[in-house]
């Protein structure tokens, strides 16, 4: 998380994996502070991954997926008063993706590559609230309430297989409000998309989160979510799923995929608020998930499903990924395959 100098941050990943391989490197120095100056940003991404694509759980394609990601962004503050800050960026994104089909019965290949020019502007109000027990157990979070808005627009000329010029625009909102002494409630909103000839991948997500917390000897916290997600004319290799991992977790992966989901959730998570020989603090939790997807492509048209569940978080304070959970959740609804069986799962941090 620190890299040569205060506030700087670095990353490396080499992957070499049966599905493909894949390396990453970036450096940069984001803001730190409101007051913060200047951020910028320099990345490489590199991947060669073979991807199966989804219809009702099962694979219906394998695509073997190249692509080259290469970023250079600085920003710079313009504007400062004691509680906001404006800030605007450059910067050049060089972008490549070769889709070639492995098995399935699509057999065209595709080919997108774009060099964009970008220039993006942010404003950001100070509302920062501290906040333990909400996701990464003991450990305090900061929360921004302030209201957050961020905005980009590139521009890529016909290049390399890109037969026309073509834009990208970017954006994103966040506000929160106090609902109480002990709750608060987050909202955010982004919408991104690619434009010339045609729109293309266009993508709208809405997510709320309200937080309650309980006056109590063990710690409890209640989080409700709901998360809107809609997609149109999406690339190829871009799916919207409703499964275990995207927060429906009674459904294995990849098990719902549709252009339109809303999903629910409601949390109660409890801790035992003390660590158990220095390593590690035990805590449970019962859960509610609940998700309505909309797919054209299904005879149905929309069709919803809901899991109810329990499970132990274990937190760990000295790690980075702090929460480790293992839930079982009971679908109340059958599955693609017409099954209604218990689902065990576990992972690193919360469900959402």
């Known amino acids: 998380p620190a890299f040569l100098r205060p506030y700087w941050q670095a990353d490396f990943a080499w992957f070499d994996n049966s599905d493909g391989t894949e390396r990453r490197l970036s450096l940069g120095k984001p803001f730190a502070s409101i007051d913060s100056p200047w951020s910028f940003e320099l990345g490489a991404e590199e991947v060669d991954l073979e991807q199966s694509l989804y219809s009702s759980g099962v694979p219906i394609e394998r695509l073997r997926h190249d692509r080259l ?13 004691e509680f906001s800050a404006h800030r605007v960026s450059a910067g050049i994104s060089l972008e490549s993706d070769t889709l070639d089909p492995l098995e399935g019965l699509n057999v065209t290949s595709e080919d997108r ?26 450990r305090y979070e900061d929360f921004n309430l302030g209201l957050h ?79 809107y997600r809609r997609g149109w004319e999406l690339d190829r290799n871009v799916q919207l799923f409703a499964d275990g991992e995207s927060g429906l977790r009674g459904y294995r992966l990849h098990a719902f995929d549709g252009d339109e989901i809303l999903m629910l959730n409601a949390e109660h998570r409890i801790s035992w608020g003390r660590e158990i020989a220095h390593l590690f603090t035990p805590g449970a939790a019962m859960f509610v998930d609940s998700a309505r997807v909309s797919n054209p492509q299904d005879l149905g048209g929309s069709f919803q499903r809901t899991d109810i569940g329990v499970g132990l978080r274990f937190a760990i304070g000295r790690s980075s990924h702090n929460l480790f959970r293992f839930d079982l959740a009971f679908p109340l609804d059958p599955d693609p395959w017409g099954q209604r069986s218990p689902l065990y799962s576990f992972s690193a941090g919360h469900a959402f």
């Open 69 to 81: 990601r290469v970023i250079a962004q600085a920003s710079r503050r313009i504007g400062l008063s």
């Open 149 to 227: 808005l961020k905005a980009d627009i590139g521009w890529s000329p016909a290049a390399g297989n890109s037969e026309a010029a073509s834009g990208r625009v970017r954006i994103a909102a966040s506000r929160g409000w106090t609902t109480g002494e002990r709750s608060f409630l987050l909202s955010n909103a982004s919408y991104g998309t690619r434009f010339g000839d045609t729109t293309r991948n266009a993508l709208l997500d809405l997510d709320t989160r309200w937080i309650h917390q309980f006056a109590t000897r063990l710690p409890q916290t209640f989080v409700v979510r709901g998360n």
């Open 113 to 138: 590559e774009f060099r964009y020019l970008t220039t993006g502007y942010e404003y950001i109000r100070n509302g920062y609230i501290k906040r333990n027990y909400v996701n990464r157990d003991s």
